[in-house]
């Protein structure tokens, strides 16, 4: 299950706050090795460390930044790649890598909902790697290429906190308001100007990736088709002055009567695959469950974790749905880069990349 | 209706930082004169100077500054009083003054849920002020004292939202997400360390008055009594490192069919007494309606209008309920100080202050 | 000295953050009447309301929202122009305007250090005006149009400072360390994910202005030669997250002996011919002494005198140099957009505008 | 040197801030193992989980949060104890526990400045834990009790910084303007009405310790009397909304000749006894220099080389010193409670803890 050699991977928009983070991610990961970092012809052809407005709190890896960019074609050596494009290139790039016969693990948002394309968060829905096998059929890819794509950050954790209600009671109807990270809009992303002491309410297109992905990643596949989840999700989404942390206040309906302890006990109990398998980027707990009416909370929770599970607290009822809670998770952590990269493990795990390393040489 | 001479005002833990929006809204109020500033033991005896650590960014007036800082038991020359006062110490001194003659407009919380004592909003329930009568019979008080209360800061913009839509469709069911200013927590209220950059999903009691509050100002008079609304709310409450202006995401279920142009016309046509009344304080239009999608916001809406309306912006349909909204307001000066300016305005209007002046000299 | 009619203004790149502070200013403003807003070729011909993000917490005035955008050429109709230009365009539009006989009241840096462009701050130095004789002569320009600019904003708060001490004292040496609002950039200026909860130690040729104008600033014109003032300014700015004003901690020698009650007394009781001349925007004390040990603070004060006064606190002896205080200035009222209008309002006083408003029609 | 097993450490005023750095820094130390947690009356004999509220990002380790906190009088079966307590109650509990043969290493200001106590940066004045002899002398201590205290906290990246320039070109003057951050002033500190969005130029006693303190710390001892190095130095102190990260715009002049690559060389080379000795919790570099003309920044930079590092950028000359400079330090890190763990590191080292443990049992 885990590879005999560290695969090498691409990373395509390695400058950007996600592809930083995809670089912090990867260096040093027991199974990858970064042989490459791709950006736009505007970077290509300088170092990692000239193109890079490097924006984490720690240094850049010496490694990485002596590394001299490469444009975004498919390039040979490589095992497999992370796009953290942005929307404006990445359908046509990842296409590109997938037919050259790499394996892309995408945070973009342009192929999530075509249905040969698998939406996964490896704890809730690994069996959708299946449709790998209709997606090369369809798009006509080489054995060993393919696309996998992760959520939308706001997506990631409010589909991980109905995941085990929904498997255990059904969940019918789910109101969510958003209040995220400034980080989430890339950067330079918000101005300073506009945010600092502030809420802008309003993200374009976010309340709708909210309503459509949650349903294709608690969809159920039936005979190799994807039947999207019939839930019914409402979305409202903020933008606050937070740096990294996506805080969602969650309000859900069941489909079959649950006492608030039974609510609390499915989501402290949840386990999937990445835990199974132990994944190397896998929290141990996927859901952390707080008692402290006042948590979770990003300035204190966000980094927990590695940042990779997500916090559910407030737990209580609700008079208009059900049930109401408050979901944190970390955006570009979890929500994007890390997201990815669990992906990425998860498919290790279960042999589909390395077999067609050879071809792509 | 317009007073014949500046009524005396006396305001009630004038130092905190409602107290001093009571101090900047009655200095040139062209009805009042603030003949006196109390406060607890501890400032009683120093100038208003002294004791005040002034919060706002333009100089205290320089006639209240130079007073000295009376204790808090009723005294004479007061045609009525306004109460800042915690709710450690409002219950009481509040009872006091009505007991001694003296009208009472309260921001504090203790009385607000009694069956005798108004919670108004005056565009909403100007009506519920004929509890007064039973009020004073109920407690004894003589015939010029009585207590009034304005409503939560949070409750001021959901009622004010939700009124319009219910008296033209039936609201059925409300839930609301708020994301509320530091101010709304008073002086010095939370610790930089704990708010900057971070989202805190709690503040004790608040979700509990969002519930309540909202249907006592909603409900009707029947034969003197209040019924209260039936409209069940639903609320997620979280403090943001805002300054001023608590937001809130809102969706609604209506009784009766309505397009979201309905929904609009009836918000934006929205008005009531004050504004039919000419009272100093009321905004031309309590409810603001934006169409920019990404509006209102508080850094740029809050101190519009004088900080006097409610702003509702983001209107369109919810998949859960019927419609979503985005709500703002000023929770310092709407949602406390001026609500209670407003509220004894429309007293003075109604006839209901001054009568009895002579008789608590 | 008081204009006969309002006169007309064109505001050049009239939809950023200064520019808009341009509009604010001169709507109502009783002299001037805004007559054309003027931007680059991406918003000309585009109404105001279309092509400008307007940042200010009120709303834009209808009348200027609803005029279309004029390119930057000159037209005719304009008694005079303010810039509030970028440095990139700023240096050829604004002589362009001149030449077309159009007197131009810059907020841009490029031509602030010409040898025959007045630098002009009203209180201490509006006997540069007479810089524009030679100005005209050198440049051939019309005898009604000529160039003049105020100083950079934080050069604006330091020379405001040191001018009544250099006048009584004489000022050596001066050290300034600055720390910056974010609005000194500009729109959008600074990402949040920089400057939020941070210090960043560096703005580009900020410190090289503020060593040179001030010299300028403080300089006196011998036989229509500007001799530099013999003042060592040595500067070290920071930029910290602020919205508006520039707080300066500022330290000075002195070439006379001087006690600290003398020098609190000269700077309090600075005025000059603003104040002298009722211009309309002067406020009453350029500078505000205070006492109290935290003062100034940008929250508390900086919208206070309608931004345009300079607050000094914090006097105390220094151990290394002579004196140290705490100087702030609102960096887009008076150390901007305001300063602009205060230097054409003391040029109309003065006589040198409008006289020759036939020639450019 | 190293202890041939864990010693027994106590943590005085173990739940505040620093408080709870140090019980951040000390679990898992190789060197100490925390024995007890020790706070006022109001917190004694509750848990630690419940005395406290944990303010840093991480979970507080389980064997701590379980620990019944103390009160502060000195215990038995401690081989040292650290000082985190508010100087309201630090002289006296301090020197008790010195007197209960208890080597004492405190945070604390109250005993800085006593001729007989080290004020010790290891990097700098090693040798100043030599005034141990003549404090156990004069205060009548037993033979394992003293007391050594670490610098205040801006002092500590000033002093930092000057120490390499000191020796080896002498330090005659030093101004340094500080942007302090809010963890600076404990928990609850600031109240973020007061700090969001300002900038406070006062800091109570905080420029009299920068003044003082570095003459102390600089200085040399001749025949066991401490002769305070014959510095002046300036200050001006700012607080700022930044979380973690004191930066210093410092300015120096010199005592003999140097170019700004000499003082480049100097601050670069510079390393002390903690590296030479290696111990645990010393940078490998007491002294980052950075080349990037935008650096330290408190975002970036401060929790690098695990906040035990000095950050200097800016390196350029002075018109009016010789030198200027951006200096940033980790406040509550080496500032504070890091600061005091390597001191106790040192003494370890230099066998000065330990020997006594026995008497104290």
């Given at each position: 299950m885990k590879p005999e050699r560290r695969l090498q991977v691409a990373i395509l928009g390695a400058t950007g706050a996600v592809g930083q983070r995809f670089v912090a991610l990867l260096e040093n990961h027991p199974w990858f090795e970064i042989a490459s970092v791709a950006a736009s012809e505007r970077s290509a052809g300088r170092t990692y460390r000239e193109a890079c407005r490097w924006l984490l709190p720690y240094e850049a890896p010496d490694r990485v930044t002596s590394m001299v960019i490469a444009d975004m074609s498919p390039h040979s050596g490589i095992d497999l790649a992370f796009s953290a494009l942005s929307a404006s290139v990445a359908g046509d790039v990842e296409l590109d890598w997938a037919r050259a016969g790499v394996p892309v693990f995408s945070n973009a948002r342009n192929h999530r909902m075509d249905s040969d394309v698998p939406l996964v968060i490896p704890e809730i829905n690994p069996d959708h790697l299946s449709l790998i096998a209709c997606q090369r059929e369809s798009r006509q890819l080489p054995p060993s290429g393919f696309l996998v794509t992760n959520a939308n950050c706001s997506v990631t954790f409010l589909a991980m906190a109905l995941a085990p209600l929904h498997r255990a009671f059904g969940v019918k109807l789910a109101s969510v308001v958003t209040m995220q990270a400034v980080s989430g809009a890339g950067y330079p992303g918000l101005s300073a100007l506009d945010i600092s002491g502030n809420v802008i309410p309003f993200i374009a297109g976010e309340e709708e990736k909210l309503e459509a992905e949650t349903q294709k990643i608690l969809g159920t596949l039936e005979n190799g088709t994807l039947e999207h989840a019939d839930i019914t999700v409402s979305a409202q989404v903020n933008r606050v002055p937070v740096t990294d942390g996506h805080t969602e206040s969650v309000a859900v309906k069941?489909?079959?009567?649950?006492?608030?302890?039974?609510?609390?006990?499915?989501?402290?109990?949840?386990?999937?695959?990445?835990?199974?398998?132990?994944?190397?980027?896998?929290?141990?707990?996927?859901?952390?469950?707080?008692?402290?009416?006042?948590?979770?909370?990003?300035?204190?929770?966000?980094?927990?974790?590695?940042?990779?599970?997500?916090?559910?607290?407030?737990?209580?009822?609700?008079?208009?749905?059900?049930?109401?809670?408050?979901?944190?998770?970390?955006?570009?952590?979890?929500?994007?880069?890390?997201?990815?990269?669990?992906?990425?493990?998860?498919?290790?795990?279960?042999?589909?990349?390395?077999?067609?390393?050879?071809?792509?040489?």
């Amino acid at each position: 299950m885990k590879p005999e050699r560290r695969l090498q991977v691409a990373i395509l928009g390695a400058t950007g706050a996600v592809g930083q983070r995809f670089v912090a991610l990867l260096e040093n990961h027991p199974w990858f090795e970064i042989a490459s970092v791709a950006a736009s012809e505007r970077s290509a052809g300088r170092t990692y460390r000239e193109a890079c407005r490097w924006l984490l709190p720690y240094e850049a890896p010496d490694r990485v930044t002596s590394m001299v960019i490469a444009d975004m074609s498919p390039h040979s050596g490589i095992d497999l790649a992370f796009s953290a494009l942005s929307a404006s290139v990445a359908g046509d790039v990842e296409l590109d890598w997938a037919r050259a016969g790499v394996p892309v693990f995408s945070n973009a948002r342009n192929h999530r909902m075509d249905s040969d394309v698998p939406l996964v968060i490896p704890e809730i829905n690994p069996d959708h790697l299946s449709l790998i096998a209709c997606q090369r059929e369809s798009r006509q890819l080489p054995p060993s290429g393919f696309l996998v794509t992760n959520a939308n950050c706001s997506v990631t954790f409010l589909a991980m906190a109905l995941a085990p209600l929904h498997r255990a009671f059904g969940v019918k109807l789910a109101s969510v308001v958003t209040m995220q990270a400034v980080s989430g809009a890339g950067y330079p992303g918000l101005s300073a100007l506009d945010i600092s002491g502030n809420v802008i309410p309003f993200i374009a297109g976010e309340e709708e990736k909210l309503e459509a992905e949650t349903q294709k990643i608690l969809g159920t596949l039936e005979n190799g088709t994807l039947e999207h989840a019939d839930i019914t999700v409402s979305a409202q989404v903020n933008r606050v002055p937070v740096t990294d942390g996506h805080t969602e206040s969650v309000a859900v309906k069941l489909g079959a009567p649950a006492t608030l302890g039974d609510v609390r006990d499915v989501l402290q109990a949840f386990s999937g695959e990445p835990q199974a398998a132990g994944l190397p980027s896998a929290p141990p707990h996927p859901i952390v469950v707080m008692d402290e009416p006042d948590r979770p909370q990003p300035k204190l929770d966000v980094e927990r974790e590695n940042g990779m599970a997500t916090f559910v607290g407030g737990l209580r009822p609700c008079s208009v749905l059900d049930f109401k809670m408050t979901v944190l998770g970390h955006n570009t952590l979890r929500g994007a880069a890390g997201g990815s990269v669990l992906n990425a493990e998860l498919a290790v795990a279960r042999g589909l990349v390395g077999g067609g390393r050879g071809d792509n040489r």
